[in-house]
């Protein structure tokens, strides 16, 4: 497995890129923004907003292969207009949530082995009170449902996600 996100944390300013909207992490998008909106309110504390977002994102956007999902997502607007996405997909509009409340958030992706050839995993990474965390990668196959994965509000010792060499398209 291909993990790019080691290295120490040593309070490494926020880069820009991890707040900005993009064509895809399209955050003033006015679905996103009612969204969001919807999960303050549920929101006691800025923990519990973070843990609402990804459990809203879980538990609320199907992951398309799991499902036999034949529709595409990739922006996070469609991602969260059609309830279903790959795991990118799914980490685009956690991205745009918490960027939309203004928690830096970058992508991180890993290559996982299979039986037949390595898959492109997508995940979110938060720095949330001058900590970058991840939610826990879920055991076994990368197909696995997220179903039984929840937010664990903890440093880590992971760095803040790369800002891309050129090799990989998807990155930012």
Known sequence: MIDRMSGPVDNR????????????????????QATLTQLQAESASSEDLVR?????VRDEVRHSMDHGDEVVTFIASDVLREKTGL?????HLAAALYRA?????????????????PVL???????????????????????RPLTDTRWVSQPTTAGPPPAGDGQNPLAR
């Open 101 to 117: 409340a203004g928690i830096p958030a970058g992508l991180a992706y890993q290559l996982l082995p299979t039986a037949t050839k």
């Open 87 to 91: 795991c990118y997909a799914k980490s």
């Open 121 to 143: 995993h997508g995940l979110v990474a938060i720095n949330h009170r001058g900590h970058w965390q991840r939610p826990p990668r879920p055991a076994g196959s990368p197909h």
């Open 52 to 56: 609402n977002i990804f459990e809203h």
């Open 13 to 32: 300013p926020v880069p820009a890129a991890d707040l900005a909207e993009t064509k895809i992490i399209d955050f003033s998008h006015p679905d996103i």
